[in-house]
């Protein structure tokens, strides 16, 4: 059992504050992508929709992608961009936004743009299968842990209220709700030698009776507990080492069986063919995946895909020993067809059935 602790002094008004940003933001990011992209004479726009978790991040890549980019090419390049949990995200595109390049939180997302006809079959071809982060799910307790949280097995308990967002909405939430289920898997495969989906599910809504609200993306659910919240939230790892960085006081709970995140991006290819910036999104995605863009997203707690980063920077994370991925569930195709469609393992849980 891993247990983090973080210690720090912050004060509450600096945690409203905080709120008050991230929800003003969020109103700006809305308004971003039904806006008209206007480019002055001379210059190209590059239109990016992403996932809300990326967007600290981004704040940091994008300036040093078109420095670079000026440098290599002499043309100026702008940017437009929009932020929101990833399911909404995806539907917009889907719905219209004119995205050129988007980062989603999960594979299943980017499905839904390939359904469309938006993004090519194989985007999953690209380097390190389409992946920009990787991270892990986490539980995150207030400084000190008060409650004494130790793996997903205490969030069944009476007294711990929990929080993680909604996945009808939320890349973030499905990746939460796959972590607690595959737990619950694993658990009853060593209870019982094999896999046993009817206590995975009991074990889920067991954890589910005690949620305190379903956000509607990982960023609202994280500002919901820096208000003061629940006990205990279910999230990405990164989310939570981002937000000690910032001198916010958590401890890291990483429980023996937790699954591995991976966050794809592409190229929105009709759009960006239309609107004629192909080769500056296909080298924007690039960039994503190199060393100098890896460093970045490694500094707000995301887990690389490159090697030499991944190499460099692996004494700073914590393998857990009963780590999975996505495979160990079936793949996204079973995953989305036994948990999240209208009769799945999820829906059944919400219903009580």
Known sequence: MHNLIWRRVALLSAGMALLFTILLTGCADQETSSAEVVSRPGERTLVIGAYSVVKDAMAEIIPNFQQQWKEETGETI?????????????????????????????????????????????????????????????????????????DFEDLTRSDV????????????????????????????????????????KAFLEAVHRNVESLDKSGRASMAAFEYGVGDVIVTYENELLARIAQGVAYDIVIPDDTILIENPAVVVDRYASERGTTDVAEAFIAYLRSPEAQDIFVKYGFRPVEESVAERTKGMFTEPPGLFDIEYLGGWDHVRETLYSKRGIWYQVLAGI
């Open 78 to 150: 702008s940017f437009q961009e929009s932020y929101e949990a990833s399911g909404t995200q995806a539907r917009a595109i889907v719905g219209g936004f004119e995205a050129d390049v988007s980062l989603l939180a999960l594979e299943g997302d980017v499905d839904k743009l390939v359904r469309s006809g938006l993004v090519r079959e194989d985007w999953n071809q690209q380097p390190y299968g389409g992946m920009i982060t990787r991270s892990i799910v986490v539980l995150g307790t207030r400084d000190g842990n008060p409650k004494g949280i130790q």
């Open 161 to 200: 209220k929990v929080l993680y967002p909604n996945p009808k909405t939320s890349g973030g939430a499905q990746w939460d709700i796959n972590a607690i289920y595959g737990a619950g898997l694993k658990r009853s495969e060593e209870k019982n030698g094999v896999k046993d989906p009817a206590a995975a």
